[in-house]
């Protein structure tokens, strides 16, 4: 992939396309296209095909997807399965239909399985059972992707990189307080009850663990996996760390440690999850934002953006 190429990206308002195409502008690539809904429906066959024909990337970077976050993925299973399966279908095929030199395709750590056959999670480990019930129709969507990718490969010689992400996180997430994911989720709730005077109810006992990456060190990292990735590659940032971690940093920083309440009636989710960081590490990936800074830096943002951030 060098600078002139064209480059399209899927998911453009997204909290990792977003930081991607600034990535790629401030690293000089000069013909990069970011699409949402309003450019192409995805899940319209003809109407991905139509624009990968007038639009003919080079490469594509696949970020899109219908996410609810936890309790959006339990109670939209059926909407969640349908609408992923359909964006990534689609986009796959249309990247074949005109010939695409790569695809870089977001997956999700949700692929693994639950119980989790060893830790850390290794890539070959994603088909060794069934995905967490709380998020299996999501996950499956996502494994058929990669099914897919790989038949692709294998039939049209089509290269491709499958990214099994970390718990992600950053400026421009969606911050729903609850179908959003874990971090903008507490982001949003600890900004509205610092601004009402109330308390922030927090879901579950903390006590789940995971590794979470900020938005920019993962757009760097996609930019690695295009140059020197083949296949799924686990992308994370190496520490891991618990929702009660989180909670506690947010709760010092917004000056709210005695506001937190804790409904044990909600779910946890996986207990933990960790992955082998060895093939993105071994490329020349290394995350450059600590999990303090990137929570401060993701609050920030929110509070200044508040009326147009997308919840």
């Known amino acids: 992939m060098d600078k002139k190429n064209k480059i399209l990206i899927t998911g453009g308002k997204g909290l990792v396309a977003n930081a991607l ?9 000069q013909n990069v296209k970011s699409i949402d809904i309003e450019d192409c429906d995805l899940t319209d066959y003809q109407a991905t095909i139509a624009y990968f024909m007038e639009y003919k990337p080079d490469y594509v970077f696949h970020l899109a997807g219908a996410v609810f976050g936890i309790m959006g993925n339990m109670k939209n299973k059926g909407l969640s399965f349908l609408n992923n399966t359909l964006i990534n279908t689609h986009v796959v095929e249309a990247a074949h ?27 070959n480990m994603v088909w060794f059972g069934t995905p967490h019930e709380s998020e299996n129709s999501y996950a499956y969507a996502k ?95 190496g520490q891991v760390y618990s929702i009660g971690d989180i909670i506690n940093f947010l709760s010092i920083y917004t000056n709210m440690t005695d506001k937190v309440e804790w409904d044990k009636n909600k779910p946890n989710g996986q207990d933990y999850r960790a992955y082998d960081l060895s093939k993105i590490f071994s490329a020349g990936f290394e995350p450059m934002v600590s999990i303090e800074e990137g929570l401060r830096r993701t609050y920030d943002w929110y509070a200044t953006n508040v009326n147009v951030a997308r919840k």
């Open 21 to 29: 195409y600034e990535v790629l502008i401030q690293k000089d690539y």
């Open 97 to 123: 239909r005109v010939g695409v030199k790569k695809i870089v395709a977001m997956g999700s750590g949700c692929v693994y399985p639950y119980p989790s056959p060893g830790f850390p999670l290794k890539e």
């Open 143 to 237: 494994r058929a992707m990669l099914a897919q990718l790989n038949a692709y490969a294998e039939s049209y010689n089509m290269d491709f990189a499958f990214i099994i992400s970390a718990n992600l996180y950053g400026p421009n997430d969606k911050f729903d307080i609850n179908y959003g994911h874990v971090i903008p989720s507490l982001v949003s709730k600890f900004y509205h009850a610092k601004q009402q005077g109330g308390k922030v109810v927090v879901w579950g006992d903390g006590s789940a663990r995971r590794d979470f990456l900020y938005s920019y060190d993962m757009a760097n990292a996609l930019i690695i996996a295009m140059h020197s990735i083949c296949g799924a590659v686990n992308i994370g940032s």
